[in-house]
């Protein structure tokens, strides 16, 4: 790599990985060299790659985001994010721990700058590992549909921190888990493999029946569970929101005019 310094210009050799070598041909002409904390220096460069065929679809694999799974789809299956509780448990104890210290040095007069510094470490150790599951997560989720040949629905998630159907305990546990960027890897990753992403109405997909649509709070006699108190479906509260999420998208597909945000191919 060749870097212009304030002493000039210098070459300096860097090392890529199998993934980034593959792609480096794809390089937009843009990057930023970046400092970790740790003192590791990075390269990191935009590459603009083709958008996969869109595959026309009248399908959906539904994906309903929560707590107990990190992700359930409406084939019934929960996506758990391997020692995502554990680890989140874990970092959320550890921060607390480091905070209280902190705060009791504070109030003896010292400065806790070593207690910030492994706050940050743990920050960037949690994101790390949580970008990488999300990686995974939307990887499997982007090939499922692909080879269903299906495309993916999930809820519009600008409402998820107010939701009813999460407590406050479980709102602020969640709050630190990276929904968002779940959700962006899942985008991209959905139109680079060409397969169509319906972003739906989140209204009362853990109240509604799956089944026969009656909707109603008392569906959900615990937070887990849903039983329909007209036809008596039950099925555990994430795959019935799953299963709502997926015939809103092919709802939206069967009637593309009056569908906003249409993703038709072509
Ligand atoms: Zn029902």
Redesign the pocket.
């Given at each position: 790599m060749s870097l212009l310094t304030l002493q000039g210009r210098i070459l300096v050799p860097f090392i890529m990985g199998t993934y980034q070598s593959e792609r480096f041909s794809a390089a937009k002409g843009q990057c930023d060299l970046v400092r970790r904390r740790d003192g590791q220096w990075f390269l990191l460069v935009t590459v603009d790659l083709p958008d996969g065929a869109k595959t026309p679809t009248t399908d959906f694999l539904g994906v309903d985001l929560g707590v107990a799974n990190v992700a359930t789809d409406s084939d019934g299956v929960k996506h758990s994010g391997d020692g995502v509780e554990t680890c989140r448990i874990r970092h959320h104890t550890r921060r607390q721990g480091l905070q209280k210290a902190a705060a009791g040095r504070k109030r003896r007069g010292r400065r806790p700058k070593a207690i910030r510094r492994k706050l940050r470490d743990l920050s960037g150790r949690e994101a790390r590992f949580r970008k990488d599951v999300n990686h995974t997560l939307s990887k499997t989720l982007v090939a499922k549909a692909q080879d269903t040949g299906r495309g993916l629905a999930l809820e519009d998630l600008k409402g998820i921190r107010d939701r009813t159907r999460f407590r406050k305990a479980q709102r602020a546990r969640m709050g630190g888990w990276a929904f968002h960027q779940l959700r962006t890897f899942i985008a991209y990753k959905a139109q680079r493999g060409g397969v169509m992403l319906e972003i739906v109405d989140p209204r009362n997909t853990s109240r509604e029946?799956?089944?026969?649509?009656?909707v109603a709070k008392t569906?959900r006699p615990s937070q887990a569970e849903f039983r329909?108190?007209?036809?008596?479906?039950t099925d555990p509260a994430d795959v019935n929101a799953a299963r709502n999420i997926r015939s809103r998208a092919r709802a939206a597909v069967d009637r593309p005019n009056d569908h906003g945000g249409c993703r038709h191919p072509g």
């Open positions: 029946c799956a089944v026969c649509g009656y569906n329909c108190g007209v036809c008596g479906h």
